[in-house]
RNA sequence: GCACCCGUAGCUCAGCUGGAUAGAGCAUCCGCCUUCUAAGCGGACGGUCUCAGGUUCGAAUCCUGACGGGUGUACCA
């Protein structure tokens, strides 16, 4: 439930009965707990606006709402400050609604059609270190999109065209003997490749021409590239299975895609007026910057070509109202170019979101950018197998697993450690790579809140049947408990419009935190706690598993029931 | 040079669109298991919120300007 929406709602109502309109009727959970649940500071604004006393509005808006049955107190204090204590018995007639499949969530009444455009990797390499917060911040976010009801359309803009590929096909034409069939070797050869392209004049040359050859359709490099891209695809879907991020072949839509449309692009694009030519390029001008470039001077396009021939398919074809770009924040010029090209153009109009998505930098603990101990660049791959690795070694450490059991849970633990260390800080700071925090049991990580969750299980394994379906309120972690669990949908509405999955992290980390204590100091189980009591403590219990769990399937981060 | 992001406890980070005495985890120290998973909980210690102005009843939060760090900046993606 929108439990804010409610309380501000109540706050609207009051104000129209006193015939004031409010600056703002946002209310926010209370700084300390003396001052109640929640409070509205939204008078003193106001008073001063109608040059009143803050106070006494303050009083006369209390007033009705103490007519509410949603609030136990409500109370003026301060300059005017009105805090709210929320009713008990309105927690304990809602809560059960937070044990449906939905976790209490409804969806958005306005749903719309959203393309999240996520991972892109580059062709003839393994994903490595640098695609990790793209693909897992862009899952994330389609998860979430989607949950609230949107129509999600997941796009892997992959880098699947280029000079890359002149080189690519040059160096096996030079080499015609060695065929590569495993990305390891087409990794080796790009390299190779990419050396005798720097290096030798003549090759880079015959790269090129193989450029133009493979985009006027030549069969034989057209057969290579398919190869290529083939090859890259299939290790790059692994590595999304591994992660259990929902990318599939069917998502894939690389620039290769819209290749065919460029020419008529550039044509529009300068038709419009839009785009103008300098210096033998088509360039876009701006105020202030560097211009954006469609067409080099040699009549060969860049990405930003390809990047406005996608908005363009998007909006047109697949009908987006909101196309979010998870991507590097190196890339927010690029993007601020591209889409304010596109509203030039009229290709999208206001109605349309276009927004960048941006995160910063995976670095070590040093401050540096994360790589191997040899300075390369460390593989995804790799990254995901250390990371079971070491949960394995913690998991099993006090346990006693079966083989198979052990193996499942590690992989849960390792990969879920791996996402929520990435999405549980804000995306636009640089994140620093721990293993040893983030696979902590102690703090906020995926491994407290999985524990929680296998906690919560264990004890209802051992509960008898729930007889009474009545939650009862005991004492103030119980009410801190329930009013958590019901700020579900709040919080996963903020995290929804501003695209920032740190803040349902934050939020299942309270979650899981005010669990904690309230098992121990809330005998569930143990004799001499009645039955009505007990009851009560399970369901609570168990809407706080369910919430726990969906927060963290939401993020993309699986659950164990034993741990 | 210009643009964007960041600057909060020794370290890693929160801080809910301007509210009351700035919060977590780690680290350090001290408590709590004959009883539901102690892989847990509680407490102590720790802060000129980089600095300086401004806006106002009220600023970590908004504005301006410094300083420090990062990143980008005409034909790579």
Not at 32 to 41: A, I
Not at 109 to 128: F, G, T, W
Not at 157 to 177: C, P, R, S, V
Not at 277 to 304: M, R, T, V, W
Request: net charge negative; with cysteine.
């Amino acid at each position: 439930m929108q439990l804010k929406s409610l309380l501000s709602e109540a706050i609207r109502d009051s104000f129209k009965e006193l015939n004031i309109t409010p600056k703002t009727t946002q209310v926010n959970e209370a700084a300390k707990p003396e001052f109640g649940d929640f409070q509205y500071n939204g008078v003193m604004a106001l008073a001063k606006e109608l040059k009143e006393n803050p106070r006494e509005i303050a009083n006369r808006v209390a007033l009705v709402l103490k007519e509410n049955p949603l609030f136990e107190r409500v109370e003026v204090a301060g300059p005017g400050f009105i805090n709210l204590r929320i009713d008990k018995k309105f927690l304990e007639d809602n809560l059960l609604q937070a044990l449906d499949s939905r976790a209490g969530v409804r969806e958005k009444e306005d749903k719309i059609r959203v393309v999240v455009d996520y991972s892109s990797p580059n062709m003839a390499k393994q994903m490595h270190v640098g695609h990790l917060r793209s693909t897992v911040i862009g899952d994330a976010l389609a998860n979430l999109f989607e949950f609230l009801g949107d129509e999600v359309i997941r796009q892997n803009h992959i880098g699947d065209w280029g000079t890359q590929f002149g080189m690519l096909i040059a160096y096996f034409e030079e080499n015609a003997k060695e065929r590569a069939k495993e990305l390891s070797d087409l990794e080796r050869f790009y390299q190779a490749a990419k050396k005798r392209f720097d290096e030798d004049e003549e090759f880079a040359t015959k790269a090129r021409e193989y450029v133009v050859k493979l985009q006027s359709g030549d069969k034989e490099c057209l057969r290579l590239w398919r190869e290529f891209i083939d090859t890259t695809l299939a290790h790059t879907q692994e590595i999304y299975d591994k992660l259990g991020v929902k990318l599939g072949l069917d998502d894939v839509r690389g620039e290769s895609f819209y290749n065919s449309d460029l020419p008529n692009l550039v044509e529009e694009l300068e038709q419009k007026g839009v785009a103008k030519e300098s210096e033998g390029a088509k360039c876009i001008f701006f105020e202030d910057k560097a211009p954006l470039i469609i067409q080099k001077k040699d009549g060969g396009y860049l990405y930003a070509t390809t990047d406005l021939a996608a908005i363009k398919y998007r909006v047109q074809e697949l009908k987006a109202k909101r196309i979010s770009y998870v991507v590097d924040a190196r890339q927010s010029e690029h993007f601020k170019q591209v889409f304010e090209t596109a509203k030039r153009a009229k290709i999208v109009d206001d109605s349309i979101i276009l927004e960048h998505i941006a995160f910063g930098m995976v670095l070590d603990k040093s401050g540096k950018p994360f790589k191997t101990r040899e300075g390369g660049t460390i593989k995804l791959k790799d990254l995901i197998d250390e990371a079971v690795r070491r949960a394995r070694e913690i998991i099993g450490k006090d346990r006693d697993y079966s083989d198979e059991e052990l193996e499942h849970i590690a992989k849960v633990v390792g990969v879920g450690a791996l996402k929520y260390a990435d999405l549980s800080i804000n995306r636009l700071s640089n994140y620093v790579f721990d293993w040893d925090k983030m696979l902590s049991l102690d703090g906020n990580t995926a491994l407290y809140m999985q524990y929680a969750y296998a906690r919560i299980n264990s004890i209802l394994r051992k509960a008898p049947e729930i007889e009474s379906k009545k939650v009862i309120i005991g004492d103030e972690l119980e009410k801190k408990l329930a009013l958590k669990i019901l700020s579900f949908e709040d919080i996963l509405n903020r995290a929804y419009i501003e695209a920032m999955p740190h803040l349902i992290t934050n939020y299942l980390y309270e979650l899981a935190g005010l669990f904690m204590k309230f098992y121990e100091n809330n005998p569930i189980l143990k004799e001499g706690v009645k039955s009505e009591i007990r009851d009560s403590r399970l369901l609570l219990a168990k809407a706080t598993a369910n919430v726990i769990k969906k927060g963290l399937n939401i993020l993309g981060i699986e659950v164990v029931e034993r741990i």
